[in-house]
């Protein structure tokens, strides 16, 4: 066995003792070729088929598309054309691929010997990301370490978009191309692609990363890189506990696709997981072996930017994140890179005070509501504060929900007005309705009619109100039923449906008013939501603060797919408002202490922002 050796020919990382903490050397300049190396934990992998994919932008579940060119490579198989590992683990990529500019690109590279032999069951990644304008990825990221961590990170990222190492792919609309790219770039926030270090902190400095977990993780895939082969113990412990539905599915042949099935799967077999041995574990610093974590969840923490006291989250079309701070004076804006869009302090201005709901329109622009302030205010998709801002009338009441309609109008409910306002795209009031039992509602929504359903905490009644005309469609008191008590979340699925949480339980409703939910309702006493969406794949997420977590449902039959006791990782802190985005990645506004929580690649892609969702009727289902 190869201890800590690097070979000779490319001197391209730098090991101290056992410990892995490598850097690409000064000496190495942008050339023509793409240089690289594939290392399995302490050892670099020789032999390893090294491929160069790019997203499949015809649909979701497509194989990924090969950019290597067999007659340049000399090399190809089933899988594509591919460059092979040196003794040492270097590979170089120069007139062997085209690429065109934007193409989201990744590298996966395929078995090899780390030192115990030949080992079919290796399978790492790394993203490189859009494709530049040169066609050529040589300036941009002239040197790659694929590893372990590299590719946990990878996984990750795009775990929205992969089915395997294979597929990656998403649909090719403008909206899915943002949500690719976008999760894409958020790989880099979590490891440096030139030494394939885990980060501690984004490169931005806005957020800190789970360094630990990313490197336990990685040490996990290592010790089964690092062993014999698919029939090891380590191979076998972790192919069997992260099948593609977590226990049960279809089982990884490689570590790469593993980490895939654990992204997607971050509650399942846990433990079991975390206990596959990894001796000489080669990734540090890294979780202690007990005690056993709740769940692989890897989520940015951000603070600063003017986040105070956050309760709401809402994304825009572009990826951004917009939070509402309780009790200040300031909004801020996330991007997709984990930038604060709108500065160190965040916006202000326009009589800005105790924003505490937040909704985006089909232009881009923010709306948030002061509940106790009975007002609106309005700022553009670049943070501006609408010059006629804040917007108030006798109507408004405690507004404490907010959704925009196919026509940019602007719905409000007012929780102790016990109505809906309605007010033009530039904040004119327009009418009033208070038909169908409205009752101090919380959480609105509009499904794919054009129609709104509000949750009335009350009256413990649902409402589904006309869209145009404002008259209910339930009836004088709104829909209800014996176990429905304080009902306050409210989301919309794939068919139209409305789910509302309240008794501890979930309630549906389809748009006749017939309740398709047992009567003590769905997941009873594992749920008290506060906000809840559904995501591309029409599952329910649901921010319970009471308990400190997030409960996953499935939005057909009402079945818990989350772990029993949720995801509650150390990054939840009494989760208030959630949002997912255009990538798959879960937001979520802690009040307890005042962070907000990016829960990278744990559901599926969604249209963005909400109101363009039910405009095009795609509502709970991917861009």
């Not at 850097?23 to 390893?48: D, E, I, M």
């Amino acid at each position: 066995m190869r201890l800590c050796s690097f070979a000779a020919l490319l001197s391209v990382l730098t090991l101290t003792g056992c410990s892995l903490s490598p850097t690409a050397p000064a000496s190495l300049q942008p050339a023509a070729a793409l240089q690289g190396n594939v290392h399995g934990g302490q050892q670099p992998v020789s032999g390893s088929h090294v491929y160069l994919f790019a997203a499949n932008a015809t649909g979701y579940t497509k194989a990924s598309t090969s950019l290597l060119n067999a007659a340049s490579t000399g090399h190809s198989d089933t899988v594509g054309a591919y460059v092979l590992t040196d003794a040492n683990g270097n590979f170089s990529i120069s007139s062997d691929y085209t690429c065109t500019a934007g193409q989201q690109v990744y590298i996966y590279a395929l078995g090899g010997n780390s030192g115990s032999g030949t080992n079919s069951a290796v399978g790492e990644l790394a993203v490189l990301g859009a494709c530049p304008v040169a066609g050529n990825f040589a300036a941009a990221t002239p040197f790659i370490l694929v590893n372990e961590v590299s590719t946990i990170a990878a996984a990750y990222a795009i775990a929205g978009f992969a089915v395997d190492a294979t597929h990656v792919a998403y649909s090719g609309t403008a909206l899915g191309l943002t949500g690719i790219q976008n999760a894409f770039v958020n790989a880099a926030n979590l490891a440096t692609l030139s030494t394939g270090q885990a980060l501690a902190e984004t490169p931005a400095g806005t957020a800190t990363v789970p360094q630990t977990l990313i490197n336990s993780l990685a040490n996990i895939l290592a010790a089964c890189i690092n062993s014999t082969g698919p029939t090891s113990s380590a191979c076998n412990s972790l192919f069997t506990n992260a099948k593609s539905s977590g226990s049960t599915g279809t089982t990884a042949t490689d570590t790469a696709t593993a980490a895939i099935n654990i992204a997607h799967n971050p509650g399942s077999n846990v433990a079991t997981i975390f206990a596959i041995p990894t001796p000489s574990a080669p990734f540090a610093p890294a979780l202690p072996t007990s005690p056993v974590p709740t769940d692989f969840t890897v989520s940015l923490i951000f603070s600063g930017g003017g986040i105070s006291n956050p309760v709401a989250v809402a994304i825009d079309a572009t990826g951004d994140a917009w939070i509402a701070n309780q009790g200040s004076y300031v909004v801020t804006e996330i991007s997709p890179s984990g930038t604060f869009t709108s500065g160190s302090t965040g916006y202000s201005g326009g009589g800005l005070s105790d924003p505490q709901v937040v909704s985006i329109d089909l232009n881009g622009n923010a709306w948030f509501a002061n509940p106790f302030g009975n007002n609106v205010f309005l700022f553009s998709s670049i943070g501006a504060p609408n010059t006629n801002s804040p917007f108030t009338d006798s109507t408004l009441n405690q507004p404490n929900g907010l959704a925009v309609d196919a026509s940019n109008r602007l719905w409000i409910s007012n929780y102790l007005g016990n109505s809906l306002t309605v007010y033009s795209p530039s904040g004119t009031y327009v009418a009033n309705y208070n038909s169908g039992g409205v009752n101090g509602a919380f959480n609105i929504a509009f499904d794919a009619s054009g129609n709104i359903w509000t949750a009335n905490e009350e009256n413990n009644s649902v409402s589904h109100i006309n869209g145009t005309t404002g008259a209910s469609m339930a009836g004088t008191n709104g829909l209800t039923t014996p176990n429905l008590t304080y009902p306050f979340a409210l989301a919309i699925d794939n068919g139209g449906n409305a789910w509302v949480s309240g008794g501890g339980a979930l309630f549906e409703w389809n748009t006749a008013g017939t309740l398709l939910s047992p009567t003590t309702g769905y997941a009873q006493g594992k749920v008290i939501g506060y906000s809840m969406l559904f995501d591309g794949l029409n599952n329910l997420w649901i921010c319970d603060a009471s308990n400190g977590r997030i409960e996953e449902v499935s939005g057909t039959g009402g079945a818990l797919l989350s772990p029993t006791t949720g995801y509650a990782s150390a990054a939840l802190s009494s989760p208030q408002y959630l949002a997912i985005d255009g990538s798959g990645n879960l937001w979520i506004a802690n009040t307890t202490n005042k962070t907000v929580a990016e829960i990278v690649g744990i559901a599926a892609p969604v249209v963005t922002p909400i109101a363009a969702g039910a405009k095009n009727g795609m509502i709970a289902t991917r861009p």
